[in-house]
């Protein structure tokens, strides 16, 4: 629910807050693509699940979607599902 509306004004923004973080799952991509357009990393439960136990969160360990995203020092690529290729998201 919370993401549902995060989703929604976050569109109308032309980038996200720098201390979102998102918690979902592989099979929310579609809800979570529009976030991933605007640079946001969206990671697995266990991120918090673990850092409790830890006491130290392991990002990259819980990043979901590595797969459909890639990142260059300038550009975002996400996974086009027609083609299989990379296409580079526009930063407007």
């Given at each position: 629910q919370p993401l549902e509306r995060m989703g929604r004004?976050?569109?109308k923004?032309?980038?996200?807050?720098d201390?979102?973080?998102?918690i979902s799952c592989e099979e929310?991509?579609?809800t979570c693509a529009p976030l991933i357009?605007?640079?946001v990393d969206v990671f697995d439960a266990e991120l918090l699940l673990n850092g409790?136990?830890?006491?130290?969160?392991d990002y990259e360990r819980h990043r979901l979607f590595l797969d459909r995203v890639k990142?260059?020092?300038s550009t975002r690529w996400l996974k086009d599902g027609a083609h299989g290729r990379f296409v580079p998201i526009s930063k407007s």
């Open positions: 004004s976050i569109r923004e032309k980038e996200a807050p201390d979102l973080l998102v929310d991509y579609q357009e605007k640079g409790i136990v830890t006491q130290k969160l990142q260059t020092r």
